[in-house]
């Protein structure tokens, strides 16, 4: 059982991520955590190697021009540019175990909160 605030933190450009279900807490499949977003959060553009799905807990977000709220949930399909701007806002992320980002730049990362 992992609860939110047992969750390990990790933070990124401003953003909260605390892991629930990912390798290191035993999920071989899905990986899963929560993202807390700040007022004006401007994430950076990236796009990641799995799908993605954003289920907006509370406040609202912005991801690829589509505005969510609490309730609202956004799919974003693997290797498509997006980023998350907006807030406050509380969003879980769920996606596939082994999932890589790629920056503008071109810089190759596995998320720390996906491990």
Do not use: C
Not at 57 to 67: E, K, P, W
Request: no cysteine.
């Amino acid at each position: 059982m992992v609860t939110g605030d047992s969750a390990e933190l990790h933070e990124f450009g401003g953003f909260e991520f605390r892991p629930l279900a990912v390798p290191s807490r035993g999920s071989t499949e899905i990986a899963m955590w929560t993202v807390d977003v700040p007022e004006g959060g401007d994430g950076k553009p990236h796009s990641v190697s799995k799908e993605e799905v954003f289920y907006v807990l509370s406040g609202s977000v912005t991801i690829q021009g589509h505005t969510a709220q609490a309730g609202d949930a956004i799919v974003v399909a693997p290797n498509t540019e997006l980023s998350l701007t907006g807030g406050p806002a509380r969003v879980l992320v769920a996606t596939s175990v082994g999932i890589k980002g790629t920056l503008a730049d071109g810089q190759t990362i596995t998320p720390p909160w996906s491990v």
